[in-house]
């Protein structure tokens, strides 16, 4: 759902600091669930206010391409060209 431009709704079991200091980078903006009313709350917040679904859905994908999609490709590409570079 990230990289479509999508608000995601998921369980998260870290702490905004917790998950940036384990892997670097910032948590993804997810709508966070542990109870059927959190989704319930989520999903009405989700429909009567489009903005935000639109502003969330952006954030989503910029997050998505900046650190699993183009952004993840292109730390493997550049690990992969220094390797290169070690072995020649």
């Known amino acids: 759902m990230l990289a479509s431009g999508r608000p995601l709704l998921q369980s998260f079991n870290f702490t905004a600091d917790s998950f940036e200091n384990e892997l670097d980078h910032p948590p993804p903006p997810i709508l966070d669930v542990k109870s059927p009313d959190d989704v ?46 070690l072995t020649k």
């Open 40 to 85: 319930a709350r989520h999903l009405t917040k989700m429909y009567h206010n489009p903005e935000l679904r639109k502003s969330m859905g952006k954030a989503s994908a910029d997050w998505f391409n900046k650190y699993s999609g183009i952004g993840l490709a292109k730390q493997w590409l550049d690990l992969l060209l220094d390797d290169e570079k």
